[in-house]
Nanobody, 114 residues
Framework: VQLVESGGGLVQPGGSLRLSCAASGSIFSFNAMGWYRQAPGKQRELVATITSGGSTNYADSVKGRFTLSRDNAKNTVYLQMNSLKPEDTAVYYC?????????WGQGTLVTVSS
């Protein structure tokens, strides 16, 4: 299983970015997919997840600003990030779970700074 993230970069506070995570196979096979992030000097934390049934879960810090969605035809999940704050700066990792196995992408850096 390969997960390839894209879409990171530098954005000003209040701006938006959309992260993409393309899976090497059908995302129907995954029980859940999502995004975690790790800021410098901090532990990796959950950002958002989506189950195979389409249920989503968000960290309190991103509720109302981030939206997770999936395109089954493209085997891709997206994280739309709006109203970005400097504290959103981190490496964002895509993750997928299937029957007890967890897979990770290589990460994409998001920097929110003026």
């Amino acid at each position: 299983v390969q997960l390839v993230e894209s879409g990171g970069g530098l954005v000003q506070p209040g701006g938006s970015l959309r992260l993409s995570c393309a899976a090497s196979g059908s995302i129907f096979s995954f029980n859940a997919m999502g995004w975690y992030r790790q800021a410098p000097g901090k532990q990796r934390e959950l950002v958002a997840t989506i189950t195979s049934g389409g249920s989503t879960n968000y960290a309190d810090s991103v509720k109302g600003r981030f939206t997770l969605s999936r395109d089954n035809a493209k085997n891709t999940v997206y994280l739309q990030m709006n109203s970005l704050k400097p504290e959103d700066t981190a490496v964002y990792y895509c993750t997928a779970a299937r029957y007890g196995n967890v897979y990770w992408g290589q990460g994409t850096l998001v920097t929110v700074s003026s």
